[in-house]
């Protein structure tokens, strides 16, 4: 398994993958059609790649399976896990076929030495209550709460 950068021709494979962390549970609580009309959701893949968006993807042969991006939002259109306007927002997921087998680990790892190349200061996250697999690799990588947004706790790793 490898990691690549993410390329202006994987906003497929992200809105994909988006949809795979919202319906985390292994409940369809969403659509596809969902993620691609929803404007809260729009703000993270809308336009990808803009400037100073940022993302990798872990490849298992030839296969994707999984992926980290961010970028930065604003205070008047702030993403779920929203910290301040110099601080991307990370989304994240591992096809559900992957996981357990270290694709989480390898993709934040890589994603967090390249944000910290890039030089950014910190990103944050949102993680919904329940969610403690991923809660606990966020943990592992130095991610600590920071504030509450609905039924999920944004998360802050400073670089």
Known sequence: MH?????????????DLL????NWTGEARFTLDDVR??????RYLDGWRRPGDLGVVAVDGTAPVGAVWARAL???????GYVADDVP?????VAAGARGRGVGTLLLSGFLDRA???GWRA???SVEDGNTAAR??????GFVPVGRNGGSDTLLRTL
């Open 19 to 22: 949809l795979e962390a919202f």
């Open 123 to 125: 990103v944050s996250l």
């Open 3 to 15: 990691l690549r950068d993410a390329t202006d021709d994987d906003l497929d494979l992200l809105l």
């Open 116 to 118: 910290r190349t890039a």
């Open 136 to 141: 606990a690799l966020y943990e592992r990588h």
């Open 74 to 80: 604003t205070a008047d259109a702030p993403g779920y």
């Open 37 to 42: 009309s929803d404007p809260h959701t729009g």
């Open 89 to 93: 927002e990370l989304g994240m997921a």
